[in-house]
T-cell receptor, first 112, second 114 residues
């Protein structure tokens, strides 16, 4: 079992719709969770982080965390073509020398 | 303010050679981490340094080594290069040791081993 799992996609969503990206993690000791966006040929860019169960909203983005289910999600409302990218889920595992572990990413394509 | 800077941006090396990659963190950031990203995969953790001490090491062979300098810049060294070492090498910095505030990545060094 991978430590952080994501559906590789591609996930195709029409412009203006809600894109939903999901991530599961295996280490129950994980305490902080991150979503990064990576455009092709570029480095990852931090979008949001979340520590507590529930929802956290920032503009068009909402991160959701359910520690009991070991599940993290990212919702993108009013999807724009510029949102087309690979979205990386990452978790910080304090239980093991404190390092951030990434999933393999989900490719999102917003179709006009 | 300057972000995380990495050098060089691109590099071509021959199998068996040695390479040194460099990273300067954001001013005030004391934690530096190195990642390897192969096309189509997420970044794989290599090392984390904080206050010049190694705080974490990923599942990479001993050919990989790193260090952090008093000014918090860092070097990643790879010996005896293999074709499989071809990848994008990313450096990330954070203010907090554990990266709880989130990492900021540099633009990366694209290493090609031929």
């Amino acid at each position: 079992q991978k430590e952080v799992e994501q559906n590789s996609g591609p996930l195709s969503v029409p412009e203006g719709a809600i894109a939903s990206l999901n991530c599961t993690y295996s280490d129950r000791g994980s305490q902080s969770f991150f979503w990064y966006r990576q455009y092709s040929g570029k480095s990852p860019e931090l979008i949001m982080f979340i520590y507590s169960n529930g929802d956290k909203e920032d503009g068009r983005f909402t991160a959701q965390l359910n520690k009991a289910s070991q599940y993290v999600s990212l919702l993108i409302r009013d999807s724009q073509p510029s949102d087309s990218a690979t979205y990386l889920c990452a978790v910080n595992r304090y239980s093991s020398a404190s390092k951030i572990i990434f999933g393999s990413g989900t490719r999102l394509s917003i179709r006009p | 303010d300057a972000g995380v800077t990495q050098s060089p941006t691109h590099l071509i090396k021959t199998r068996g050679q040695h390479v040194t990659l460099r990273c300067s963190p954001i001013s005030g950031h004391k934690s530096v981490s190195w990642y390897q990203q192969v096309l189509g995969q997420g970044p794989q953790f290599i090392f984390q340094y904080y206050e010049k001490e190694e705080r974490g090491r990923g599942n990479f062979p001993d050919r990989f080594s790193a260090r952090q300098f008093p000014n918090y810049s860092s070097e990643l060294n790879v010996n005896a290069l293999l074709l499989g070492d071809s990848a994008l090498y990313l450096c990330a910095s954070s203010f907090e040791e554990g990266g709880n505030d989130g990492y900021t990545f540099g633009s990366g060094t694209r290493l090609t081993v031929v």
